[in-house]
């Protein structure tokens, strides 16, 4: 398997693999990573449908990308996906699997024109006195030692990195920048998270640093991201002759070492209330799915809280089944799932869903983000962060296009919101969201938005419905580690095995995003298949001096070099530099930045 860039290999398709007609495939999990690994087999790898078998312990293909309807008790969208267009490796699928609404195009093409003909941007980043003032300068805001210590972080080496958490390498000044409530609310980032995934956030998408405050750099589906990519995903696995086996409860996958191989022989499950097994020869391809950011969710209603009572560290069958398979190793390359999953303090977080036809509601929606969610376009344009609830919930809510869902009735509107600390008291409802009902979580977000304090809880019972749901591993993925904690894709010396999604190891890509799992798949199927063409490299503006030049200038909230703050010795420096590269292109491509006129 080897990298690219380029039209010609990213147009090119490849010869068909030798001896993959003997051969089977085996793949645990549906989620984002799965999928793509049966798609990149079908497509690329040139495999009999009827040899690849999805393993799947639920009812429903999708993994975290789930949006759904409960008949009882209303609609549940634990998160959403933000995405790039720069997400190389998604593309290249997605240009492929037609839409479900017009199978005469791709979902390429359907996400591409809907995002130009609505681009998407927010009129409304933050809010401050209870929605009344919209907090939308756009400003960074970042103090000299902040601003020196982020580009200290951008060119240190990742191994400086490993086991550090971010409050070990930027300042105290740092966590009261908006560049630190845009970036932790837009990526859910905490100060104690990994200063080694933060560094590769700022790599891999320096060239976004202007559409952090109004997020003109993101893309959004038509429907939650079940509807719009998973279910055409599944059909055209379903139309190639992919079958998915539900109920199949992987509880491990048994490896053995023959000298410098790793050959994977026999995969242990439960259906049925049954142990049973799969027993496996080398022409037999195995793809794990190793860790899940949403395992042991506990949901909630209108009504009821969340059961935690049941949750404890290192709990889920996704966790056991890679502590089951990390023990086989003999020199701890499957990885360490503990450095993930042992401390739910630090990991959760809590959504919500909340779904309201409230004519009072939506006006004060529309006063906020300055957009009515019913026309079906862009409303929010991604979270708008309740900046009085920093010290308590840390409120973020968000409206995507309506409606969400093809099941959804027309006059509604569904408002998703989550917070990133569930064990403190709101502003207006005292107790832990964790231990909030439905209806106290809308009455939260209904007085932030402004409601009048003697209709919110009236409103909040009669007007909504609301769902919630506590991911006690939602962050797992940022907490800090060592290079080795994650497993290689492919790891060395393995015949037919590979591990997929945000806890396998690809350099340079982000967790946390579509891509990274899409980008697992992609390449465990092109490295065990020995597949002759390259997988599309990690977008590359941290090599591109334009976009470090751009990025620069937005971080000083768009000021030309001669008006920041320089000790005279600095300002000596500046002006030598500035004379020597005159009529050079340096200095058209310093003026083309913005910081100097």
Known sequence: MYYSSGNYESFAHPEKPKDVDKKSAYIIGTGLAGLSAAFYLVRDGKMKGEHIHLLEKLDLAGGSCDGRKDITKGFYMRGGR????????????????????????????????????????????????????????????????????????????????EGKKISDVLPESFWSTNFWLYWQTMFAFQK????????????????????????????????????????????????????????MDVKNVIIENHGHKKVAKQIVYIKDDMEQTIDLIEDDLVFITNGCCTDTSCYGDQNTAPDLSKLKNGYGESWDMWKNIAQQATHGEFGNPDAFCSDIDATNWMSATVETSNEE?????????????????VTTGGIVTVKDSTDNWYLSWTINRQPQFKSQNKDTVLVWLYALNTNTEGNYVKKPMRECSGVEVCAEWLYHIGIDEDKIYDLAVKSCNTTTCFMPYINAFFQPRKYEDRPKVVPDGAVNFAFLGQFAETPRDTIFTTEYSIRTGMESVYTLLDIDRGVPEVWGSKYDVRELLRACYYAIDKKPLEEIDLSLKERLMLSTVLKKIEGTDLEILLKESGLIE
């Open 361 to 377: 509601i939506i006006r004060h929606i529309i006063h906020v983000c300055k957009r009515d969610p019913r026309k079906g376009k």
């Open 82 to 161: 933000e995405m790039d267009n720069h997400f190389e490796v998604m593309w290249d699928m997605f240009r492929d699997v037609p839409s479900i609404e017009n199978p005469e195009v791709s979902v390429l093409d359907e996400y591409y024109w809907l995002n130009k003909h609505d681009p998407n941007y927010s009129l409304c980043r933050a809010t401050v006195n209870r929605g009344e003032d919209a907090h939308t300068d756009k400003k960074f805001n970042l103090d000299r030692e902040s601003a020196l210590a982020l580009s200290q972080l951008f060119i240190t080496s990742e191994k400086e990195l």
């Open 192 to 247: 104690w998270s990994s200063a080694l995934e933060m560094k590769r956030y700022l790599c891999r998408y320096v060239h976004h640093i202007d559409g952090l405050p109004d997020f003109s750099a993101l893309r959004f589906t038509k429907y939650n991201q079940y509807e719009s990519m998973i279910l055409p995903l599944v059909k055209y696995l379903e139309n190639h002759g992919v079958k998915i086996e539900y109920g």
